[in-house]
């Protein structure tokens, strides 16, 4: 069965940076892209981006170009999302999404990781 | 301020039928399909709707959507307690170059 894993909660101070993994299992790992989704506390969904572990093609939400990094490992069927300078408002439960292709559109979350808790603070 | 307008909240009694609207532009709705989630507390988000319309599998044929220039809407029939969520919906946005979703609406069953 397709499953989505996540690593585990972290805390970072502000300044920091955080890597988070997202481990694909249960089907043809490179036929498919990952996007990130996070949400604040009380907050909506934020996408963040996505990646095609095909080619490694990526495409990030203006709104953290220059501050996240998407990354495939192949090998292992896990993508990585790093995110650096981290802020307060940083702190959100960040999800990983399959990608998925109908009629030359995109759509992600037919599956879900767990998501993971970010928290920032100093 | 999201890019997707939606109603904060919506609410009606069991057994009815409810619609959330989803309001956009030229630039999103009116040129991409529409993606619908439902997020029931502190879980992760789960698909609905893709390309407007379709049901993924094992999704309820009490859920439907539909589009129209650059609004689209989620239908709920037969409304049950546990449909008490949080609705979002999303698409693409050429100017933006990114997905975006809506601000997020919460049904209440009455």
């Known amino acids: 069965q397709v499953q989505l894993v996540q690593s585990g909660a972290e805390v970072k101070k502000p300044g920091a940076s955080v890597k988070v993994s997202c481990k694909a299992s249960?089907?043809?790992?490179?036929?498919?892209?990952i996007s990130w989704v996070r949400q604040a506390p009380g907050q909506g969904l934020e996408w963040m981006g996505w990646?095609?572990?095909?080619?490694?093609?990526?495409n990030y939400a203006q709104k953290f170009q220059g501050r996240v990094t998407m990354t495939t490992d192949t090998s292992t069927t896990t993508v990585y999302m790093e995110l650096r300078s981290l802020i307060s408002d940083d702190t959100a439960v960040y999800h990983c999404?399959?990608?998925?292709?109908?009629?030359?559109?995109?759509?992600?979350?037919?599956?879900w990781g767990q998501g993971t808790l970010v928290t920032v603070s100093s | 301020q999201s890019v997707l307008t939606q109603p904060p909240s919506v609410s009606e009694a069991p057994r009815q039928r409810v619609t959330i609207s989803c309001s956009g532009s030229?630039?999103?709705?009116?040129?991409?399909?529409v993606n619908w989630y439902q997020q029931l507390p502190g879980k992760a988000p789960k698909l609905l709707i893709y390309y407007d319309n379709l049901l993924p599998s094992g999704v309820s044929a009490r859920f439907s959507g539909s589009k129209s220039g650059t609004s689209a809407s989620l239908a709920i029939s037969g409304l049950q307690s546990e449909d008490e969520a949080d609705y979002y919906c999303a698409t693409w946005d050429d100017s933006l170059n990114g997905r975006v979703f809506g601000g997020g609406t919460k049904l209440t069953v009455l």
């Open positions: 999404a399959r990608v998925s292709l109908h009629g030359g559109s995109y759509y992600e979350g037919d599956y």
């Open positions: 990646i095609f572990p095909y080619n490694a093609n990526t």
């Open positions: 030229s630039s999103n709705i009116g040129s991409n399909a």
């Open positions: 249960g089907y043809t790992f490179t036929n498919y892209g």
